[in-house]
Structures are given as C-alpha cells and as structure tokens.
C-alpha cells in the first residue's frame, strides 16, 4: 500500500543527528514518514516539519510499507525490531526493513534471518557516511548489503537520500564495508589531529594547508572537510559524536582480530579516542580529539 502521494510510506525509527537530517529529506522528497524514538523529544526536530509521531516501532511499522532504522548499536536494532513493541511485532508486517545504522555483520545477519522467518519481510543493510550535511542533501554515501530483490526495492528510495549508493554484497556486507570504512575514517581523524599540531607548533599558515596539498597524494575529503574544522575549532554544534566514533572503532578493533590480524595503527585510533572519551568527552564533536592533544601539551607545558 501506498500514501495518497503515490509514494511508499516510510517508517523511520531513530532521529538522531543523521535519522533528523535523513527523515528531512524523505519529507521534502514527498514521502509520507511516520517516526519513533527513544528519547520522545527528539520528534520535535522533524515533526513540525510533516512527520507523524507513532507511540512505539510496532506503530510505525504497521503505518509503513519500508521501515527504516538509525539507531545508535546492534543492541537497540534487535530491541526496535524484536523487543516487545518492535517492528516484528506490526499487524501488517512492513515488506522490507533498510537499516542505516552503524552495526555488526553478524548480528545483521542473524536479525535478518530472524525477520525474514517471522514476517517475511526483507533486509537491506545500508550503514552511511558523509554526516547530517550531506545526509540533508541527499548526497551521503550508502554502502548496502541484501538480498538482489530486496536491494532493488529498496534502490529507488535510497538513491534519492545518496549521492553515492553500491550493493556490496549480500546481508551483512553493508556493515563489513562500514568497518572499513570507520577504520579509515578513526585513524584519519587522529591523522588530521596530528597534522594540524605540527603545522601550528611550526608556524607555517597552518588554515592554507588543504589548499596546498590540494590534488596531491595527500588530498583527501578528510583534509578538505575535516582538518577545516579542526583549524578553525568549530565544534558545535557537533556532527557526530566521539562515544560513537570509539565505539565504531572498537567494532573495527574486533572485526580485524576476529580476522586474526594485529593492526597497530587502528589500536592507536582506539587509544586515543578511549584518553578522549575518558575526559567526559563523550557527547562532544568526533573531530574535537583535538581538544585531547591540547590538553596533553598544556600537561606537558605545566610540567616544565
């Protein structure tokens, strides 16, 4: 069944930071969205704005065709689809599940087996990247695991929220690409930190840097768009959040030893961000790490 626009009724559980920015799009692409969250207040970003509010997953799921999910783990993914009042529990059941979360390739795997034998419906593993910005603007970047049938269902809506959307494989691949992804990203952070410490304690202009190196082998969308922000110090409002950096770091850390491989500078991106998050960091900007190796030059400073 279909809205009165003519478009698939989307359910969308989960708004935060990327679930705001992605139901926002949804609403200006036309598509009926029905939301849930957890913490109540956060519907307040996106239903001025044309979403209804549901009480519970199983409500939104049996006001929608696709149900889609960002939500902080693989533990609050089962929770809103298995729990007591989750999405398998919707009369009718959605005909597909699209999660955006940031998640396990097993678990996934597991949860969709779980869905498909319960109500049928099918899964598409779709974690994202490129932050809220990009998310608004329909032009993140999707990596999707899922049956071929299921994809395609599901590629119609999707490539209007993604400047870049790739199958990578079935169920669970999705999550395997973000690993790698978040491996990339993690240690770049720590990278551009370190960038920046020692283009500023040498003195050179330390904001002309991306232009320098611009088209070089060092270019990168994390020198053009991150190392900016750490110059500038422009952390608030934050994009994302440093518990959720280490803890998609962390999944990298166990993905990569439950490959039997010992990857030293991951487990240095970890360490840092573990010394960051200890300071009471946890709900600051990801980039902000910076403010870690600040503190520690001061420490050092107070030392002397």
């Known amino acids: 069944m279909n809205g009165t626009s003519g478009k698939p009724r989307i359910g969308f559980i989960g708004i ?56 902080l783990h693989m533990e609050a993914v ?9 999405v398998a529990m919707a009369t009718p059941a959605p005909r597909l599940v699209i999660d955006f979360s940031t998640a396990d390739p097993e678990g996934t795997r597991r949860a969709a087996r779980r869905l498909k034998e319960l109500t049928g419906a099918g899964w598409v593993d779709a974690p994202v990247s490129g932050g809220p910005q990009l998310a608004r ?43 790698l992804n978040q491996a990339i990203v993690g240690t770049g952070y720590v990278l551009m930190t370190e960038a920046l410490m020692l283009a500023e304690a040498a003195g050179i202009d330390a904001a002309r840097l991306p232009q320098c190196l611009a088209g070089g082998h060092a270019d990168s969308s994390l020198l053009q768009r991150l190392y900016p922000q750490m110059q500038q110090r422009a952390f608030d409002p934050p994009s994302s959040y440093a518990r959720q950096l280490l803890k998609d770091l962390k999944a990298v850390q166990a993905f990569a030893e439950g490959l039997g491989l010992e990857l030293k500078l991951i487990e240095k991106g970890v360490s840092r961000y573990k010394d960051y998050v200890a300071l009471g960091n946890e709900m600051t900007d990801s980039a902000a790490v910076l403010k870690l190796y600040e503190h520690e030059a001061a420490a050092r400073a107070g030392r002397r």
């Open 16 to 71: 935060g930071i990327m679930g705001e920015a992605m139901v926002r799009r949804l609403l200006d692409l036309g598509y009926p969205v029905t939301v849930w969250n957890l913490e109540s207040e956060r519907l307040d970003t996106v239903v001025p704005h044309g979403a209804v509010a549901a009480a519970s997953p199983a409500a939104v799921a049996a006001a929608s065709d696709v149900v889609m999910l960002c939500v």
């Open 137 to 179: 603007t329909g032009q993140m970047t999707v990596m999707a695991g899922g049956a071929p049938e299921d994809f395609a269902a599901a590629e119609p809506i999707v490539a209007q929220m993604a400047g870049n959307l790739t199958l990578m494989g079935p169920v669970g691949a999705g999550q395997t690409t973000k690993i």
């Open 78 to 86: 089962e929770r809103c689809v298995f729990g007591e009042d989750g």
